[in-house]
């Protein structure tokens, strides 16, 4: 495969030696013509001339004295050489053979009608002598060739040279690339000194260097996270079993009471794996199923149905205002909206009312589950969709909240080419999603 620096000098060489070689041929072609055109208005020149002394009166002019003045019209012409015809075909004047059969010549003829009974002249063929301008021809065709094969020289070398010149910056900024690792994602290019052409390059090049810091970020948050939401039961199991095996004998209810507690450990990180999959699922922009739905409002209050005695543990109430149609998954929606109301049921004071709105704008429509409850921070509102990330403090309540009901949220949101939202203030925190109505789908590790 041909480098771009070897295609570039073979093209820019191709096309300026083409240009010079037709600018050769032109200029050829321009002289040829030319001369030509010298060469008819001489041959016509001493035509007319011969013309105008055959047609005089001949009461003016004997037979001799015409011989007498052709050879005078005749003679002053270096280039040419006449010869004059009878009606017969017969020389009368002139010679034989134009310039004794040497070099190149172009002939003209012309016939006339004469008075004179004794010249009876009947054409006039004249020879051009060629020669000059043949020689002049080939100097400039040695001269033009000359010039070509000098122009592919220097125009090959020029290009090597602004080639060298432009590539040089990107040779660089390639073997920094080239030197980059996992390690040194920190590194930002600097494009102060770069040609401007580099500079949105090298720009965008940042941007995916800030991308993957982000995301490395985000990796070792999440392992983080992920090992201690793992190790938590994991260790509480562990520690379960070396009692027992101190022990020698369990029975009854004390052998029940530790089964269920090592069942409901094992459904924890059940959970967990299974919330971990689907979000690493939704992340691949897997395809949905989607299926018009004619009641939003109608799914929403199932779910909230479904939650009644959760709420009503805590004396809360939950309502339901607005409606929407769209085309949706279901069985997600069904999951986005259950994590949304868990969320607000797990936060909200007890006796207050637990509102969900559905609104439809232009090309969206939006979830949001409203409650009374403390207000969060705003510096965590722009967290609480990250994975594990839990706005109260010292990780309470992980026996039923591992933190990743909002990241699931935002992964179904994402799905269905919708956004989420989240405000807090004077004691009442609104969170919800959207889903667009012409909806594109777009892979959840995308922006």
């Given at each position: 495969m041909k480098s771009i620096s070897r295609a570039t000098i073979g093209l820019t060489s191709s096309v300026s030696v083409l240009g010079v070689v037709l600018l050769a041929v032109l200029v050829y072609c321009c002289i040829h013509f030319w001369q030509a055109k010298q060469q008819e208005e001489t041959a016509n020149r001493a035509l007319h001339a011969v013309e105008h002394l055959l047609l005089k009166p001949t009461s003016e002019y004997s037979p001799e004295d015409v011989?007498?003045?052709?050879?005078?019209?005749?003679?002053?012409?270096?280039?040419?050489?006449?010869?004059?015809?009878?009606?017969?075909?017969?020389r009368m004047f002139g010679p034989e053979v134009f310039f004794n059969g040497e070099g190149s010549i172009r002939e003209f003829s012309q016939v006339f009608?004469?008075?004179?009974?004794?010249?009876?002249?009947?054409?006039?063929?004249?020879?051009?002598?060629?020669?000059?301008?043949?020689?002049?021809?080939?100097?400039?065709?040695?001269?033009?060739?000359?010039?070509?094969?000098?122009?592919?020289?220097?125009?090959?070398?020029?290009?090597?040279?602004?080639?060298?010149l432009v590539l040089r910056p990107i040779n660089r900024l390639t073997e920094r690339i080239h030197n980059l690792g996992p390690r040194s994602l920190d590194v930002v290019l600097d494009d102060h000194k770069a040609p401007l052409e580099l500079r949105p390059f090298i720009d965008g090049f940042n941007r995916l260097l800030g991308q993957l810091r982000e995301n490395r970020e985000q990796l070792k948050l999440f392992n983080s996270n992920v090992a201690h939401e793992l190790n938590t039961p994991l260790s509480s199991l562990t520690i379960s079993h070396e009692l027992l095996q101190r022990r020698k004998l369990i029975e009854g209810d004390e052998l029940q009471k530790i089964?269920?507690?090592?069942?409901?450990?094992?459904d924890r990180m059940a959970r967990i794996i299974r919330s971990m999959l689907f979000l690493a699922n939704?992340?691949?922009?897997?395809?949905?199923?989607?299926?018009?739905?004619?009641?939003?409002?109608?799914?929403?209050?199932?779910?909230?149905?479904?939650?009644?005695?959760?709420?009503?543990d805590k004396e809360l109430r939950i309502t339901v205002q607005g409606d929407a149609n769209v085309e949706v998954e279901t069985e997600l929606i069904k999951r986005a909206v259950s994590n949304l109301l868990s969320n607000a049921i797990r936060y909200a004071q007890t006796n207050t009312e637990i509102t969900v709105h559905i609104t439809q704008e232009a090309e969206r429509v939006w979830i949001k589950v409203s409650n009374e409850g403390p207000t969060i921070d705003p510096v965590k509102l722009n967290r609480l969709f990250e994975p594990f990330?839990?706005?109260?403090?010292?990780?309470?309540?992980?026996?039923?909240?591992?933190?990743?009901?909002?990241?699931?949220?935002?992964?179904?949101?994402?799905?269905?080419?919708?956004?989420v939202f989240a405000s807090s203030e004077n004691q009442v925190t609104v969170i919800g999603f959207s889903v667009h109505t012409k909806r594109q789908s777009t892979p959840v590790g995308h922006t």
């Open positions: 011989k007498h003045g052709l050879e005078e019209v005749l003679g002053g012409q270096g280039r040419t050489q006449a010869r004059v015809v009878d009606s017969r075909g017969n009608e004469t008075e004179l009974p004794q010249l009876r002249a009947k054409r006039v063929e004249l020879a051009l002598s060629t020669v000059d301008d043949e020689r002049f021809l080939n100097f400039i065709s040695g001269i033009f060739a000359s010039s070509i094969v000098l122009w592919i020289l220097v125009s090959v070398l020029i290009s090597m040279r602004l080639i060298r089964v269920g507690d090592h069942l409901d450990e094992l939704a992340n691949q922009g897997r395809e949905l199923q989607l299926q018009p739905l004619q009641s939003l409002r109608q799914l929403v209050v199932s779910v909230a149905e479904y939650l009644e005695q959760l709420a009503e990330f839990r706005a109260e403090e010292g990780r309470s309540d992980t026996g039923s909240n591992h933190g990743l009901g909002l990241a699931i949220v935002a992964a179904i949101a994402k799905l269905h080419g919708g956004d």
